[in-house]
Every structure is written in structure tokens, then in C-alpha cells.
């Protein structure tokens, strides 16, 4: 997962200067990232409580192979009005724990170790109407093998130009003296303490109708949480069975601030065995 702010698009299309007309700070902070490897060997159970209500939980053993995570991320550029100075203010830290795998060590063997849960329930309302509900991934890893943390202590550059007689100084930089001036205010401090990352957990709240015994509405809504911040998304759908073999679905979902997703799915069940393939955004393969 990456998550950026709406400045950082700014910066890039139409500059700093953008934000002297607006009279505002740069404001970068909630630039995530995240990328986890891992394992889960979970058991889990549902239970029927009575004709309307069931209920269903996972418990997880987690084994962290790969992790790249930011814990905290406040970035700031300020454009000074009158002389054009920049300040730029940092204050990060990044955690990683990147193990190198061998094959006798990639079911066991590993120091990262966590738990998580999964819960969820269905409640039929009547012949017609049912609900259901979800929390999926709540828990964390230990991250212990070869774990590194890089910060940025609330570190503050100025940079106020570059004097014009630089340019006519064959014996003078000024682009490695801001390289150099760059280094020694951001280059971050390494450590290497254990550190806990969470799983990205996700909320799901959903309704069906069903016209008859082979067609159902659906409504789904969706939740994900990262870095402090709430993703929501929609999806409606039509799902169709056809004999006993064979299950289809077309939906529509509202996702990401985008409006135009149109998926398609398709189960096939083989005796013992279930296949199935689906999609929540098929127009890009006809759009590229």
C-alpha cells in the first residue's frame, strides 16, 4: 500500500510556486507505505445460533517473512513570499525487516512472529432479505529478524539561492554544496530495535435480496484502514445461478474516487472442488 496527500501531486505538476499564490505551507505528512510478507496458518469455526443467526471466527498464527512500513511521516516545504527561501521540515520514521529466506526456513524458523483474528456473521431477516458482516485482518507482527529504523528528528533545511557569482567561479559547486548541505540535515539515524507493524484490517457491511431461488441483489460496503485514514468503497451486484454447477455475477463499484468499475465474476462447483474467478473493474482490459 501507498498513500500520498494531495500536495505532493501539486508540487510535482505545478511547483512551488503554486503555493506562495495560496499562501500555504507544502503540507506532505500522511505519505505512507507499506509492504508485508507473510504467512498465516489459521484455524477457524462457524456456528449456527439458532434458523436466523451465524456466527464465525478465524484465529491466525503470523509468520512475518518481509516488511517495509513507515510509523510516522511529517513533511513540510514552505516557500517564503518575499525572498523565495524554502524550508523544508522532516520528521520520519521508516521501519524495515527484509530476512533472507532459505528453503528449510520458509514454513518456520523466523523471529517475526504475530497473531490475528478474523470475525464475521450472517443474519437472515426473512425469506427475502439477509445480512452480513465482517472484520478481517485485526492483529500485528513482530518484526525481530535483521530489523532497521531510519528517523528524521524533526530535521529543518533553508535553502535561500544560490549567489550568481558561484557560475562564474570555475573552482566552486553550488549544486554539491546543496547536495552536500541536503545530506547532512536528512540523512537519517539507523537503528535496529524490534518494532510492531499491524495487518491492514478491513470492515465489510453487506445486504441481499433475493428474487428467487437462483437470482439475488447485493449490496457491499467496504472499509480499509491505513495510516490513519479511512478507505471507503461500494459495490452493487446481480448474482445468477445457473443449475447446480455453475454461479455468474456482474456489479458496479464506486472505489478510490472512481465511478466507472464494472466487474464480472463466475464460480464453477465440481463436486468436492470450487473454482471461481472475479473482477471488480473489467473496462481497463478493453481500454488500456
Do not use: C
Not at 31 to 36: A, C, N, P, Q, W
Not at 150 to 156: G, I, K, L, P
Not at 209 to 219: A, D, H, Q, R, V
Amino acid at each position: 500500500r501507498f498513500s500520498y496527500p494531495k500536495d505532493l501531486i501539486k508540487l510535482f505538476v505545478k511547483g512551488n510556486g503554486v503555493f506562495v499564490d495560496e499562501d500555504q505551507v507544502a503540507d506532505f505528512s500522511g505519505t505512507g507505505l507499506k509492504m508485508i510478507l507473510y504467512r498465516e496458518y489459521a484455524f477457524g469455526m462457524a456456528r449456527n445460533i439458532n434458523e436466523k443467526l451465524t456466527i464465525g471466527g478465524k484465529f491466525k498464527y503470523l509468520y512475518g517473512m518481509q516488511n517495509i512500513s513507515t510509523k510516522k511521516s511529517e513533511l513540510s516545504l514552505y516557500t517564503d513570499p518575499v525572498t523565495y527561501e524554502l524550508t523544508g521540515k522532516s520528521d520520519m520514521l521508516l521501519n524495515t525487516s527484509i530476512d533472507t529466506l532459505y528453503p528449510e526456513s520458509a514454513l518456520f524458523g523466523s523471529k517475526n512472529t504475530g497473531f490475528g483474528i478474523d470475525l464475521g456473521a450472517t443474519y437472515q431477516l426473512n425469506d427475502k432479505f439477509s445480512l452480513s458482516a465482517s472484520l478481517i485482518d485485526l492483529g500485528y507482527i513482530k518484526w525481530k529478524n535483521n530489523a532497521k529504523n531510519y528517523t528524521t528528528d524533526n530535521a529543518t533545511f533553508v535553502f535561500k539561492g544560490v549567489d550568481l557569482n558561484v557560475f562564474t567561479d570555475t573552482s566552486a559547486d553550488p549544486l554539491q554544496a546543496l547536495e552536500d548541505s541536503l545530506k547532512s540535515t536528512y540523512e537519517p539515524k539507523e537503528t535496529s530495535l524490534p518494532y510492531r507493524d499491524g495487518l491492514i484490517t478491513r470492515v465489510y457491511l453487506g445486504g441481499t435480496y433475493s428474487l428467487n431461488e437462483k437470482n439475488n441483489f447485493g449490496l457491499l460496503l467496504h472499509a480499509e484502514f491505513f495510516k490513519k485514514a479511512i478507505y471507503p468503497s461500494l459495490t452493487l451486484s446481480f448474482n445468477n445461478r445457473v443449475g447446480k454447477w455453475l454461479g455468474t455475477s456482474i456489479s458496479y463499484s464506486i472505489l478510490n474516487r472512481s465511478y466507472n468499475n464494472i466487474g464480472l465474476g463466475f464460480s464453477l462447483n465440481l463436486g468436492p472442488i470450487q473454482l471461481y474467478m472475479v473482477s471488480d473493474n473489467l473496462l481497463p482490459l478493453f481500454n488500456l
